[in-house]
């Protein structure tokens, strides 16, 4: 069977994919990001590379040497990389930001996939054997949305929609009609403290992704995380969009979240209304 390759960012999103690829009896070469990625990883492919961001031209030589066309990215990067040292030392990354008309994340990820294509490697879906992770349209925890947390989901999700697009970020936090946090390259967890410190309680956060979305990168996931900081958050209803977010742990995402009160919904994508 021909081999995948795999870029692995932080948190879960790799392990799932990992796991997901062997259950399917798909070998795995990855590359794994010092500093970021769960050695866990190891264990569940069948060879990895572990690179520094400096290191950023080694990844075509590897799959090149591999003899892979086709190569999932999963997890993120943390943020404040994109203005560390090793970045600015490294004259590859450099050239390639330089390039870039600005430093949005859709940009960077469609570069970096530009640069892949002219090697002969494929960026493909990163939901791949993950589909079952992805919600259709629907309550799914045992609590329905109250009445106030509908109108804010319906209040929020065309906002959430245009900074999505405007590739601001994928996720906003809603209180009675009002904008209280909006997610920026700080991540959902921390745009998720943020607001919960300023509503103080029954936070309706919503999570998107862009019109017309690629899904080969930078797609909306949700996980146990997400669910335990909305928890400390004093969140109570977290909407997300059906057919392209992404629910890592899906069963125990859902159990979580039933045990703590959550409203968990999947809303239409192509309707501005749940």
């Known amino acids: 069977m021909e081999r995948i390759g795999l870029i692995a ?10 796991q997901a690829a062997r259950k399917a009896r ?7 990001i010092k500093g970021e990625t769960s050695r866990q990883l190891a264990r ?21 040497s591999e003899g892979i066309t086709r190569v999932v990215m999963a997890g993120q990067i ?7 040292r090793e970045v600015r030392e490294s004259r590859s990354l450099q050239k390639l930001l330089a390039a870039m008309k600005d430093r949005k994340a859709n940009t960077i990820f469609s570069s970096i996939a530009g640069q ?9 879906d990163s939901t791949t054997f993950l589909q079952d992770q992805i919600p259709g349209v629907g309550v799914l925890t045992r609590r329905q949305p109250t009445a106030e947390e509908w109108a804010d989901v319906r209040f ?20 009675n009609k009002a904008v209280v946090g909006v997610e920026a390259l700080e991540g959902t967890d921390n745009l998720i403290r943020r607001a919960g410190r300023i509503a103080r309680g029954n936070l309706v956060v919503i999570k998107v992704g862009r019109t017309g979305q690629d899904m080969r990168f930078d797609i909306p996931v949700v996980g146990l995380q997400t669910v335990k900081t909305l928890v400390k958050a004093g969140a109570s ?7 392209t977010t992404l629910i890592l742990d899906r069963q125990e995402v859902i159990r979580l ?12 994508a192509v309707n501005k209304n749940p």
Request: charged share 25%.
């Open 44 to 64: 569940l492919v069948e060879k990895v590379y572990w690179l520094s961001l400096k290191d950023f031209d080694r990844l075509f030589d590897i799959f090149q």
């Open 237 to 243: 209803c977290l909407a997300m969009e059906s057919g």
């Open 156 to 175: 929020g999700y065309e906002l959430a929609k245009k900074i999505a697009d405007l590739d601001i970020g994928l996720t906003i936090g809603v209180k």
């Open 116 to 124: 892949m294509e002219k090697a002969g490697i494929q960026l493909i």
């Open 78 to 84: 943390s943020p404040f990389r994109l203005f560390s």
């Open 257 to 268: 979240a039933d045990a703590r009160g959550i409203a968990l919904v999947a809303v239409k």
């Open 9 to 18: 960012g932080n948190r879960r999103f790799p392990i799932v994919f990992a």
């Open 26 to 32: 798909q070998p795995v070469v990855a590359i794994a």
